[in-house]
């Protein structure tokens, strides 16, 4: 009996460092998620100043405490339609590749831990352009939560130079 506790005990141990905690948000009627050790904050939307010449779905840029960072629109970089600000609109000052950067979302929901082992490739349902943004998929309760590359949905490059 000891034996087969001690096994329990162990695949839980293992589940445990096994699993990851992702931010879940909104972008229109979707739910997504990108892996909270990237989430630097959460802030409340703010308009960016704009940059001439910025890709569209770059809002601008806006001071961090003292650092300028560039915050893209989500949906825009998605090729979805613009919605006007709302309470719930913020953006999420995440790190990628050693960078600061911030995202502006339709909303955020909750951090979840998903299991490594449970994430499943993206389905090639999405075009060539969209499905590099994504990593994978996951079920989380009843909703299935889409999960984001974030070296892929910002353009490291030309986000670095309007930063500049």
């Given at each position: 009996?000891?034996?087969?506790q001690t096994?329990?005990?162990?695949?839980e141990?293992?589940?445990?460092?096994?699993?990851?905690?992702?931010?879940?948000?909104?972008?229109?009627?979707?739910t997504?998620?990108?892996?909270?050790?990237?989430?630097?904050?959460?802030?409340?939307?703010?308009?960016?100043t704009?940059?001439?010449?910025?890709?569209?779905?770059v809002l601008g840029?806006?001071?961090?405490?003292?650092?300028?960072?560039?915050?893209?629109?989500?949906?825009?970089?998605?090729?979805l339609?613009?919605?006007?600000?709302?309470?719930?609109?913020?953006?999420?000052?995440?790190?990628?590749?050693?960078?600061?950067?911030?995202l502006?979302?339709d909303s955020?929901?909750?951090?979840v831990?998903?299991?490594?082992?449970?994430?499943?490739?993206?389905?090639p349902i999405?075009?060539?352009?969209t499905?590099?943004?994504?990593s994978?998929?996951?079920?989380?309760?009843?909703?299935?939560v889409?999960?984001?590359?974030?070296?892929?949905?910002?353009?490291?490059?030309?986000?670095?130079?309007i930063?500049?």
């Amino acid at each position: 009996m000891a034996l087969t506790q001690t096994t329990t005990e162990t695949r839980e141990l293992h589940s445990e460092t096994n699993t990851e905690k992702y931010l879940v948000f909104q972008i229109g009627n979707e739910t997504y998620g990108v892996p909270l050790l990237q989430v630097q904050e959460i802030r409340t939307y703010t308009p960016a100043t704009r940059v001439p010449n910025a890709p569209e779905y770059v809002l601008g840029v806006v001071n961090l405490r003292g650092n300028i960072i560039a915050v893209i629109d989500a949906r825009a970089r998605f090729g979805l339609p613009p919605l006007p600000d709302e309470e719930s609109t913020v953006v999420v000052v995440v790190h990628v590749n050693g960078k600061t950067f911030g995202l502006r979302l339709d909303s955020v929901s909750d951090v979840v831990d998903i299991p490594v082992d449970q994430i499943q490739p993206t389905p090639p349902i999405a075009s060539e352009a969209t499905q590099r943004f994504l990593s994978g998929v996951v079920q989380v309760g009843e909703r299935v939560v889409i999960l984001l590359n974030l070296r892929e949905i910002f353009d490291l490059d030309a986000l670095q130079q309007i930063a500049a």
